[in-house]
């Protein structure tokens, strides 16, 4: 039996500067998921400490936060049937864009590895995780 899941999904602050939102947006919506919550933040480096808490002992942390606080992201709530986490991050393309398949949009808009684009949750435990630091339960059906 198929059934609905979720992931989360954020275009970086490198995409939103350069205007991409809304082509990452349409590319979202042809791949067959839905949009069940989107908004546009500017997250302070705490914020995004709180986010990549998992990555803390990486030495690309303080970069990788400063940067994801350094200017606009736009966070959403996706849907689809059967394996939504998947799917995304296939969409996505690999995090070093110069490993991303042709068609990904890491391929077609990421910069370095740290400057990627669009973030997508790994598995159901931080898809999970990863919805309820960003939306709160009112804010998703
Ligand atoms: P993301 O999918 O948001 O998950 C963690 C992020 O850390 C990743 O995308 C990259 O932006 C970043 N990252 C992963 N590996 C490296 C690295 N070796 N150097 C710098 N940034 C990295």
Redesign the pocket.
């Known amino acids: 039996m198929r059934t609905l899941q979720r992931t989360f999904a954020?275009i970086?602050p490198d995409a939103v500067k350069k205007d991409h939102q809304g082509e990452i947006i349409s590319l979202i919506l042809k791949n067959g998921f839905d949009i069940i919550g989107m908004k546009m933040l500017h997250i302070t480096k705490k914020q995004a400490e709180g986010f990549?808490a998992v990555?803390s002992a990486?030495?690309?942390f303080d970069?990788?936060t400063t940067f994801m606080s350094s200017g606009p992201i736009v966070v959403l709530a996706l849907e689809k049937q059967g394996d939504a986490i998947g799917g995304w991050r296939k969409l996505m393309g690999a995090?070093?864009p110069a490993n991303a398949e042709e068609g990904t949009i890491r391929k077609k808009y990421a910069e370095s590895?740290?400057?990627?684009a669009?973030?997508?949750s790994?598995a159901e435990d931080t898809a999970r995780f990863e919805l309820s630091y960003f939306f709160a339960g009112y804010e998703l059906k």
């Open positions: 954020i970086k990549y990555h990486r030495p690309f970069s990788l995090t070093n590895i740290e400057h990627n669009v973030h997508g790994d």
